[in-house]
């Protein structure tokens, strides 16, 4: 599956913040991710209510879900109960291994731009916007109208795109900057001081969440909580910054504490999480739930370097 496909995949809207559909399915993919049994509603529900979403939501999200071709559904007796579809698993299992390995590239940059020009009618505006979108994907920001850059983006994948929705005018060119002022600056497609705020607020946030886990003063229930938090709010980082290279910012860029952070917060989370996750999962179907697992962002990335290394794709 190609990143353009990923853009395509019609998940629920990545937001910060209790949302229902979008809830669930991150509860599938950390802790029940390659289970083919189905876990029955009533555990789901209980299990959203652990971040004060409401019986009624649950159950309109997990219809909603099962509608949009998410989840699927089967029945014993009188109780429902829902998978992850293959299409799901494989969109979430991608986006992990995006937001897991966001923030570790600190290789030298070569000083070169993957700049991409477009063109297209007024009367074409969806695709405009569904180009747009694709372009944001792959690491692109808006330089100009119809002139968008990166620095790590692949020229191979932005030409795919363009082909893909029929773009009448278009060029693809990797160039280095001789001369740019003010707002011609590559780099001025994003706004720094917006961005390394954005940093410095999450280590802010979660920093002294991470003291507090490793000082055993955070519980199961929580856990479970703040581990989705932690995860929701840094799986926004790649949409802002596609790892804009450390040789073109400013000193002292906040990026790396920030990543370090996640990884130990999340990682140390996990276990408790799990737990409280077999806990509400028992209460329904105990003969499932010893079958719930976390994963750590170190064993995903453990798991990416042996598939790379064998030459196979990452699952």
């Given at each position: 599956?190609?990143a353009?496909?990923?853009?395509?995949?019609?998940?629920?809207?990545?937001?910060?913040?209790?949302?229902?559909?979008?809830?669930?399915?991150?509860?599938?993919?950390?802790?029940?991710?390659?289970?083919?049994?189905?876990?029955?509603?009533?555990?789901?529900?209980?299990?959203?209510?652990e971040?004060?979403?409401?019986?009624?939501?649950?159950?309109?999200?997990?219809?909603?879900?099962?509608?949009?071709?998410?989840?699927?559904?089967?029945r014993?007796?009188?109780?429902?109960?829902?998978?992850?579809?293959?299409?799901?698993?494989?969109?979430?299992?991608?986006?992990?291994?995006?937001i897991?390995?966001?923030?570790?590239?600190?290789?030298?940059?070569?000083?070169?731009?993957?700049?991409?020009?477009?063109?297209?009618?007024?009367?074409?505006?969806?695709?405009?916007?569904?180009?747009?979108?694709?372009?944001?994907?792959?690491?692109?920001?808006?330089?100009?109208?119809?002139?968008?850059?990166s620095?790590?983006?692949?020229a191979?994948?932005?030409?795919?795109?363009?082909?893909?929705?029929?773009?009448?005018?278009?060029?693809?060119?990797?160039?280095?900057?001789?001369?740019?002022?003010?707002?011609?600056?590559?780099?001025?497609?994003?706004?720094?001081?917006?961005?390394?705020?954005?940093?410095?607020?999450?280590?802010?946030?979660?920093?002294?969440?991470?003291?507090?886990?490793?000082?055993?003063?955070?519980g199961?229930?929580?856990?479970?909580?703040?581990?989705?938090?932690?995860?929701?709010?840094?799986?926004?980082?790649?949409?802002?910054?596609?790892?804009?290279?450390?040789?073109?910012l400013?000193?002292?860029?906040?990026?790396?504490?920030?990543?370090?952070?996640?990884a130990?917060?999340?990682?140390?989370?996990?276990?408790?999480?799990e737990?409280r996750?077999?806990?509400i999962?028992?209460?329904?179907?105990?003969?499932?739930?010893?079958?719930?697992?976390?994963?750590?962002?170190?064993?995903?990335?453990?798991?990416?370097?042996?598939?790379?290394?064998?030459?196979?794709?990452?699952?």
């Amino acid at each position: 599956m190609t990143a353009t496909d990923l853009a395509d995949v019609n998940l629920p809207r990545i937001q910060t913040g209790a949302n229902p559909q979008h809830l669930i399915v991150t509860l599938f993919g950390d802790y029940w991710f390659g289970r083919k049994e189905h876990l029955p509603s009533s555990a789901l529900v209980a299990l959203a209510g652990e971040f004060e979403i409401t019986a009624t939501s649950a159950r309109a999200a997990l219809s909603r879900l099962a509608r949009r071709g998410l989840l699927d559904s089967s029945r014993v007796g009188r109780r429902t109960y829902y998978g992850l579809t293959p299409r799901a698993a494989e969109v979430l299992n991608q986006g992990l291994h995006r937001i897991i390995n966001f923030g570790l590239d600190h290789g030298p940059w070569d000083g070169s731009w993957v700049v991409v020009i477009f063109s297209v009618p007024e009367d074409q505006r969806d695709v405009r916007h569904v180009l747009r979108t694709r372009l944001r994907w792959l690491g692109f920001a808006p330089l100009y109208d119809g002139v968008w850059v990166s620095p790590r983006a692949h020229a191979g994948e932005a030409a795919k795109v363009l082909v893909d929705l029929d773009v009448p005018t278009s060029t693809v060119l990797v160039s280095r900057m001789v001369h740019g002022e003010a707002g011609g600056d590559p780099l001025s497609a994003w706004d720094l001081d917006e961005l390394r705020a954005s940093y410095d607020a999450f280590v802010a946030e979660f920093g002294p969440l991470l003291d507090r886990v490793q000082t055993g003063r955070v519980g199961a229930a929580e856990a479970l909580v703040a581990r989705t938090q932690v995860m929701d709010v840094w799986r926004q980082f790649p949409n802002l910054d596609p790892e804009l290279p450390e040789d073109a910012l400013p000193g002292g860029w906040p990026r790396r504490a920030a990543q370090a952070i996640f990884a130990d917060v999340y990682d140390a989370l996990g276990p408790l999480a799990e737990v409280r996750f077999q806990q509400i999962v028992g209460e329904h179907v105990p003969e499932l739930a010893h079958h719930a697992r976390h994963f750590t962002t170190r064993s995903v990335t453990r798991r990416a370097s042996r598939k790379a290394a064998s030459g196979q794709d990452t699952p």
